[in-house]
């Protein structure tokens, strides 16, 4: 009886030591039984992807990128706005004054101004050499004179512009319009066909451009070299004659110049904005 009595006061001393031991050794229990389930369940893991088929897959199809290509292409270069005729917001509708007194309409912008300018001529300005006469007293080539008969109608010299004799021998130069003072425009003459005393031709070297010309014994050498125009301008009756490029004219209280003369057309500019009109030769 003692016995069991020590027993229990032991216990009563000593109940906290045993409920700590009792603890440690569960957590210890505990501790073991997760580490064989986590070694359960990687070796059902383990198995799971081992024994896994993967299955064969077709890619996506390619996406169709036309329509957004397209669309780029037309952001990088986007359709030109034109506020030109016949929209108004830049363009008002004028008013003018004709020459006999009535109210004029320009409605569609060609009623006046320098689209209202009418071609009423072109004409050509030309280069002409022509083989006159020949003669030859000493019987040959080098001794034989020609007379030729040079016109240049475009010439900004008035005495260039009608015909002019020349007496010339092979290898005479005679002087041309353009070039300069010091680097004149020539008419080199550089070779004879068939007899000196009654050539078939003659053939001539421009020597500012090196081209050569070749002038037959019926049939002169021409080429148009430039052109001159005649314009009218209804609106204010208004004629011009004998326009050539950069000549100036006046209408609409505005100052224009010729800036070129084809055989079809004719430009003009303006001389305060150099805005150009280009103009179209009618049947």
Known sequence: MEKVKKLVELAKANYEKAILV????????????????SGEEQKKANETTGN????????????DMAAYDQG??????PPRVDFGLPHKLFNPVKWMRGQDGKLIVDRSGKSVGPEALKIDSIKPLNLVVRLVSASNDSGTAGG?????????????????????????????KIRMPGGTARNPNQLWLREVKGKAEDPDGLVFELTETKERISVAKDKAF?????????????????????????????FGGEDYKIVEITENEVVVSNRLNEKKTRLKRTP
């Open 52 to 63: 896994y088929v993967r299955k064969k897959l077709n890619p996506p199809p390619a996406l």
């Open 144 to 172: 034989a004179s020609y007379v030729v008969e040079l016109m240049a109608e475009a010439a900004d010299r008035p005495e260039f512009r009608k015909p002019r004799p020349f007496t010339m021998k092979l290898d005479e």
């Open 222 to 250: 021409v080429r148009a070299e430039a052109y001159v125009a005649e314009l009218s301008y209804p609106p204010e009756g208004r004629q011009y004659k004998g326009l050539r490029r950069d000549a100036f004219i006046g």
């Open 72 to 77: 780029l292409k037309v952001a990088l270069n």
């Open 22 to 37: 009792l603890v440690v050794l569960i957590l210890a229990v505990a501790v073991g039984f997760l580490y064989w389930l």
